[in-house]
């Protein structure tokens, strides 16, 4: 029996809680899924490792690599370069491990047209009021902050129907739920199960 | 908030254990689920009742039904009408209910052109040799009969790559949290979540 693991692309505006929902469903640890680590060229923050949290890189070898075509998905953010590795990705799912791209929908469109069998799930928040409340913050931010924020979460919330599944993350738990149900349903569309049982489809259909 | 049903094409070979799977699954008499009651021509069975198990009509009565396009799908076996009325369905599922559809693959195939959204679920026994050990009953048939069987099997099998979903039915308990994965997966699609969450989405995404 082999197993291939699903390639998730997970997209929200800030204060929808996607951070909070993968680190809560990579708690434990568990063998079949990890969140892809990317490359970038920007400085490592306090605490963050080198292969853990990114893969550090020059800006220099981050634009070898694009030369090489190592990148499933690149981005230059703020004069940052962000970067997927495909080769990483690929041998991962092929050890049938699930893997989450943190990204937002032009990473997601980029992944989608790359590989279109990559499922992707957009997480809303439950109301704009709560949505507003939870950008506003520890109340330091003046309203024009603010509302740059709004701005940009209604701008990634634009392009939710582009995902295949949506969580509206209003109560914790139950999202979390929704997206173990998700990728664990997954593992049984028809592609992904004749993958895992082929050997015994191939026997059930002899004649 | 607005929810809508989703129709669920069921389908197996004999010895899969699609029946028991679904009358498991409606056991408790949820209220968002319920299995689809076809017409029928053939004389009920003791114990079977009308709109319960079959809609029982006469030929010339379901012939006039299909003239009016009341059917979703129908077929002649072994000289006896079964279909499925389109109207009934399309209310259940517009309640917010699960409607499912147990009907081989050549109905399933009539449903997913009239209706590309409904979601198709193949159940495959684990093995050649369990199906057969289900096929050959208690003993009593023929070795003519049970070949017909496998025969008959195996044809409705080479059909489930036409489906959404594969279950293989090895551990029953198994099987059926997976049939409700599957389930619970598809109130999550981004069809399904932008119907019932519309209101909010529409806020969510005014400037």
């Known amino acids: 029996m082999n197993t291939r693991g699903n390639l998730f692309i997970v997209s929200a505006p800030s204060g929808a809680g996607k951070s909070s929902l993968i680190s809560a469903l990579l708690k434990d640890k568990p063998a079949d899924k990890q ?5 970038t060229t920007r400085q490592p923050r306090p605490g963050e490792e080198n292969g853990v949290h990114y893969h550090f890189v020059s800006v220099d070898e981050f634009k070898a690599l694009i030369a090489d075509n190592a990148f ?6 703020f004069g940052n370069y962000y970067g997927t590795s495909r080769q990483v990705i690929e041998q991962t799912l092929a050890q049938g491990i699930d893997v989450f791209l943190d990204i937002d929908w032009q ?13 992707g799930i957009f997480i809303l928040p439950p109301s704009k009021t709560e949505l507003e409340r939870r950008l506003t913050g520890r109340g330091q931010d003046s309203q024009e902050v603010i509302d740059k924020r709004m701005a940009q979460a209604v701008s990634e919330m634009s392009h939710y129907k582009q995902y295949d599944f949506v969580i509206v993350n209003d109560d914790f738990d139950t999202a979390l739920q929704q997206f173990e149900t998700i990728i664990a349903s997954q ?9 895992t049982h082929n050997d015994m489809i191939v026997d059930l259909l002899a004649e």
Chains 1, 2 share one sequence.
């Open 107 to 119: 990473g997601g469109e980029q992944v989608k047209k790359l590989m279109p069998e990559a499922v």
């Open 187 to 195: 593992r049984l569309t028809c592609a992904s199960q004749s993958y």
């Open 35 to 39: 969140v892809s680590v990317s490359h």
């Open 72 to 77: 499933f998905e690149w981005a230059e953010v």
